[in-house]
């Protein structure tokens, strides 16, 4: 069974305007934690928020934060105000309690902010 | 910030020779690495996990006389492909994590065409 679930192909967005990327995963895992990477055209993989299961707060990290809803096992990404270099594939990752820190990843979300 | 570095960034080979990719941590000691691979627009796919001076965790599926894995030390893994055919060529990318941080800091990535 899919773990990571990213429901969104695509996206498209206008300059300045927020975009939410949906993320649900699946897991009996008490203890466990979530992840959004960025990927753009050059491959990198760039770390952007993390979410642990106890945390109460959703993160924040400048732009992004992740809405994270415990009960629904949802861990969207909120993008605010989107700039032309937010435009890449964005990946929902999710690491289980005691598996040597393995991340499961999601099939990804293509974004592609419009001027 | 946390930086991997990978060596090459991209490669061609013939059918039937080996290649040695390097994944290096700069600026930390990895406890552990990862490798994965990705094929064009789909997501990460988790090959191996590797703790230094430990043999390599291979993920089902993966070969490992065909994918060797060394942790020399806790800045260096290399992934070997050993005799390399076509269906090995692939987007290479290995991630390092630091002991007591959750999230993975990801290299460059390796992009191989085996001809």
């Known amino acids: 069974a899919q773990k990571i679930t990213q429901t969104q192909p695509g996206m498209f967005v206008q300059e300045k305007e927020a975009v939410t990327l949906d993320c649900t995963y699946d897991?009996?895992?008490?203890?466990?934690?979530l992840f959004w990477y960025k990927q753009p055209s050059s491959g990198e993989m760039i770390f952007l928020i993390y979410q642990g299961s106890y945390d109460e707060q959703n993160a924040t990290e400048g732009r992004y934060s992740l809405n994270f809803q415990k009960a629904r096992k949802s861990a969207n990404l909120v993008i605010s105000a989107s700039q032309l270099g937010d435009s890449a594939m964005y990946f929902c990752?999710?690491?289980?309690?005691?598996?040597?820190?393995?991340?499961?990843f999601g099939a990804g979300t293509t974004v592609t902010v419009r001027a | 910030g946390a930086v991997v570095s990978q060596h090459p960034s991209w490669v061609i080979c013939k059918s039937g020779t080996s290649v040695k990719i390097e994944c290096r941590s700069l600026?930390?000691?990895?406890?552990?690495m990862f490798w994965y691979r990705q094929f064009p627009k789909q997501s990460l796919m988790l090959m191996a996990t590797?703790?230094?001076?430990?043999?390599?965790?291979?993920e089902q599926g993966v070969e490992k006389d065909k994918f060797l894995i060394n942790h020399a030390s806790l800045t260096l893994s290399t992934l070997t492909v050993t005799s390399a055919h076509p269906e090995d060529s692939s987007f290479y990318i290995c991630?390092?994590?630091?002991?007591?941080?959750?999230?993975?800091?990801f290299g460059p990535g390796t992009r191989l065409t085996v001809t």
């Open positions: 600026d930390f000691q990895a406890t552990t």
């Open positions: 991630s390092a994590r630091r002991g007591g941080a959750h999230e993975q800091y």
């Open positions: 990752a999710m690491r289980e309690g005691g598996n040597d820190y393995k991340l499961s």
């Open positions: 897991t009996s895992d008490q203890s466990y934690g």
């Open positions: 590797s703790n230094e001076g430990s043999k390599a965790t291979y």
